[in-house]
């Protein structure tokens, strides 16, 4: 689950890690109040999970209360590469003499934290590594050892940062490490991390990504999900427990089993399709899952075709083709139907859909026919 | 021969005493498996179906001589099982909870690598391994595997399912199925999997099949080339997944350029192993190299 800047922030600043003081507002006259309140000059940031913010407009410094007015109406409700921007981030400006680049990144491959600390802040991190990969200082963190206090002061001399910041920067790295383990995060990064001209360094901005599987033990964090960025169908799908990606085709996909799905979607692109969404219906599905998972595929206005791919292990044919037959009986779909049904209780479950002769619905043997009967359906 | 599991196995299943965990250990035995014991902590004294429950992994060990583990417990207590049949010296476990927090799986790894170098993690989030005609730990349907020559590896339960179907079609069988499952940090990788193939004298070609996220598969891809003799035929899915979106499993996740499908697939064929685009190729790829 990834954080808007703020929520970031707040996060960092609970594990004191130094951020600059501010406030969210979601309205204009929140954001002029949160301002005034700040001081002036006092920086308006759009809060959108999407990076760019600053060369598309959504980032300005006001030095007046009319100026916070101004920058908050344009920013609120403002598109950022289709993103909508529902809230600013008021925050105080800092006089920055140099800016830095840190993260922490779970590195799968190696099976430890990573940590990254560049001298060259403010810009794209990847360019940076292409250009010049010596700028960058690179740690692997033995995670049942910790980060240690001579890790930090390794990456800040290593990325040969200023002698005045090798201390400070050591210990909001520690802090940084220290986020990342208890809030259980994915990635945190600080691009960029400053040095203000008074000689501390803060972290200006944020971008963390948490571990959705260990949400249940971080209530708070669960709260800070974005329900007004998510995709409607995607909200819808969450609500009922189903796992669904939505994408920008027209034909709808239903599997059991993700890399199945995956390959299901890879399938009907392969035959000339261009899938509008990944919905897993999880292992052993119950009919009532199903009915729910058709209702979430043709909640988006764009699907020409609906393609059910299934091979049973503990998914039961027979409890899909019942769930099938109920949200027909349900909603009356308008877009035809391919039903691809294999393994347990796969007769079963074809009687099924013979017998309800449903209008409209399409019976493949194969994973290869059903895509590209569904793709012909589609056009 | 076959991997992981066989006639020797004797298993003791962490979650035995649940609706999910009594329903596959009685699949299991059914199959065949030698089911030893359970492990329910206040449930021991009581069975399941004559399967005798203990209070711990050790004294299930002690009484009953369990040497595989699996594991069926939600994914708060999950890692905390693994790390209970690591300590009371199970060789291997299969791990089938899917949803363990990341940073627990970093946890266990990191802490079996360095106090359990011989015991052998499978999964989490897997569907575990079935050696047809021999044993079956987990959740894989073995009705529709038989007995054969082609190893199988793979990320993802259903994918494996449908590329085993398609290979049964065409008259082949399996030596042994490993699930490694989907997660970001599995007990064992493809490598893993893919050395104990080419020790397997029993296994003549090995099918794995990959999916977006990491770097797994780029490795394997290296290790093929240097220490691999037999054939190897590939498998990568979510060459349509768009960067940013956690697809299903939650390891299957392109993240900025790294992870993607297209340089997965070019890896492996650089190293001369021939990827499939579509199940039904990768059975067709695998049937010619067996009947040339």
Known sequence: MDLLEYQGKQLFARHGVPVPSGEPATTVDEAVAAAERIGFPCVVKAQVLIGGRGKAGGIKIAKDAAEARQHAEAILGMDIRGHTVHEVWMEEASDIAEEYYASIVFDRSAKAPLVLLSKEGGMDIEEVAERDPGAIARLHVDPLLGFQAFHGRRLAYEANLPADVIRPVGALLQKLYEAFVAEEAMLVEVNPLVKLTDGSVKALDAKVTLDGNALYRHKENEALRNVGAEDPQERMARERDLTYVKLDGDIGILGNGAGLVMSTLDVVAHYGGKPANFLDAGGGSKAEAITSAVEVILANPNVKAVLFNIFGGITRCDEVANGLVEAFNQIKPSVPFV?????????EGRRILQEAA????????????????????AR | MSVLVDKNTKLCVSGITGREGTFHAMNNRRYGTDVVAGVTPGKGGQDV????????????VEETGANTAMVFVPPPFAADSILEAADAGIGTIIAITEGIPAHDELRVFNHL????????LIGPNCPGVLSPGK?????????????????????SGTLTYQIGNELAQRGFGNSSIVGIGGDPVPGSSFIDIIALFQEDPETELIVMSGEIGGSAEEEAAEFIAEHVTKPVVGYIAGVTAPPGKTMGHAGAIVSGSSGGAAAKIEALESKGVRVGRTPTQVADIAVEILQD
């Open chain 2, 113 to 120: 690598k360095q106090a359990h170098p011989g015991t052998r």
């Open chain 1, 358 to 377: 449903l209008p409209n619905v399409h019976a493949a043997t194969t994973m290869d026919e059903a895509a590209q009967k569904v793709v012909e359906l």
């Open chain 2, 135 to 155: 044993a079956n730990v987990g959740i894989i349907p073995a009705s529709f595997f038989k007995e054969g020559n082609v190893g199988v590896v793979s990320r």
């Open chain 2, 49 to 60: 179906e004559g399967v005798p429950v203990f209070n711990t992994f050790r004294s299930a």
């Open chain 1, 339 to 347: 039903v691809r049904l294999d393994g347990t209780n796969d007769k």
